[in-house]
């Protein structure tokens, strides 16, 4: 973070992640495609956002979350994986997408984002039929992604401190539900 924080102050990112950082920046809409490798995103996403979400851009100095320089855009995750949903559903045999996604669905809020509900596409070596259904599934959320209702996430307000939720409030997110 130090070396990051660096960076930012002295204009001195690699030319390849200030590429990406101002493209970040200068975006209206985010939207990340990628398959499901070993119950989660692949490194090389992985390795995206540890060096493209950088302190000084993307948050600090008080902003985060809700009020993080990303507020006011539009973020959703695309994963393809081999199995239908039902796979990947509460009681499927890989659990609960949002549990796989929550790494990125978080980073994404952390720094501003609104997230929409992930688009999930089964099946991908099946055949036509499924290949063309998961597209036509995929357009009907792309023509919701400006007006469909983000997913929830906590906001200041419902923080006793830097990082507990008030007594009472209800955990309203997939990694937040203890009382
Ligand atoms: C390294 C690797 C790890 C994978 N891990 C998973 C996994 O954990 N769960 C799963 O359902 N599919 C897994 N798969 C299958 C991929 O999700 C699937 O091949 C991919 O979504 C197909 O999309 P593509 O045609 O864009 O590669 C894995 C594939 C590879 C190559």
Redesign the pocket.
């Known amino acids: 973070m130090a070396e990051q924080a660096n960076a930012f102050k002295n204009e001195a990112f690699a030319a390849d992640i200030q590429a990406e950082i101002e493209l970040l920046q200068w975006c209206d809409a985010l939207i990340l495609q990628?398959?499901?490798?070993?119950?989660?995103m692949?490194a090389i996403l992985k390795g995206y956002m540890d060096r493209v979400f950088v302190p000084g851009v993307t948050y600090g100095r008080g902003k985060w979350y809700e009020i993080g320089p990303m507020a006011g855009k539009r973020a959703l995750v695309s994963?393809?994986?081999?199995?239908g949903p039902v796979?990947?559903s509460p009681r499927g045999r890989?659990g609960e997408l949002g549990i796989l996604l929550w790494p990125v669905h978080t980073s994404l809020r952390f720094i501003g984002f609104d997230v929409l509900e992930p688009v999930y596409?089964?099946l991908?070596?099946a055949g036509d039929e499924e290949r063309k259904a998961g597209l036509a599934a995929y357009a009907a959320r792309l023509k919701g992604f400006e007006t469909d209702q983000p997913m929830p996430f906590h906001t200041e307000d419902d923080y006793a401190d830097t990082y507990t939720l008030k007594p009472g409030i209800k955990g309203k997110t997939i990694a937040q539900w203890g009382e």
């Open positions: 990628f398959p499901i490798w070993w119950f989660g692949p994963c393809t994986a081999d199995c796979g990947y890989y596409t089964g991908v070596s």
